[in-house]
């Protein structure tokens, strides 16, 4: 079946690394997205990692797959206040279709 | 380049009459897909369009329909409208499958 997981909420500091987590549950998924909406906006992509790889690194960003859990994360490095937002994971199969997690609203404060 | 365009960005219906919203994907893009967004439920797929094709539809009732036209863009049409249909409507484009999905800024449909 097709369910993505995301824990709700997630504070830190500025200065310090995010991690937001994602747990998927189809193993046929081929890209997996990361995406973030700030208020009032759509979404924005961020990065996406093609199930064949491990690891994606994009400037202040990290994305780690681990196919065997079906876990995927997004560190952001070094977070500042613009970083506050919603963050959402999305599974594809084969398809443009794309199923979302519930999403991450991250808090940084000063 | 010019990203996914949504008209209306914000609009408010009364139950019962119908709404179109329409998408212009990036240029190049042949794969246009339609999402609602309620706090509720969520993101939630509507249906996909490839070359005029529907090549994929999500859980919604038949008062929500779409088409694509052989420019690429794209229309979404809800009849009937209520009260539960008032959501941020997404339009994402891609250059079909395989390829990065991008998505517009949003249609805000309120429904009173």
């Known amino acids: 079946g097709e369910d993505v997981e995301q824990s709700l909420f997630l504070s830190v500091r500025e200065g310090d690394s995010s991690v937001i987590n994602c747990t998927y549950t189809?193993?046929?998924?081929?890209?997996l997205y990361w995406y973030k909406q700030e208020p009032g906006a759509g979404l924005q992509l961020l990065t996406y990692i093609f199930s064949n790889m491990d690891m994606k690194q994009d400037q202040r960003l990290t994305v780690l797959l681990n196919k065997k859990d079906k876990h995927l994360s997004l560190r952001i490095a070094d977070t500042q206040t613009g970083d506050s937002a919603i963050y959402f994971c999305a599974e594809s199969i084969n398809t443009d279709k794309l199923i979302f997690g519930t999403g991450t609203r991250l808090q940084v404060f000063p | 380049k010019a990203g996914v365009t949504q008209t209306p960005r914000y609009l408010i219906k009364t139950r019962g009459q119908q709404v179109t919203l329409s998408c212009s994907p990036i240029s190049g893009h042949r794969s246009v897909s339609w999402y609602q967004q309620t706090p509720g439920q969520g993101l939630q797929f509507l249906f996909e369009y490839f070359s005029e094709t529907q090549r994929n539809k999500g859980n919604f009732p038949g008062r929500f329909s779409g088409r694509q036209f052989s420019n690429s863009r794209s229309e979404m049409n809800v009849s009937t409208l209520e009260l539960g249909d008032s959501a941020l409507y997404l339009c994402?484009?891609?250059?079909?499958?395989?390829?990065?999905?991008?998505f517009g800024e949003g249609s805000w449909l309120t429904v009173v």
């Open positions: 994402a484009s891609t250059q079909g499958p395989g390829n990065t999905i991008y």
């Open positions: 189809d193993s046929s998924s081929t890209y």
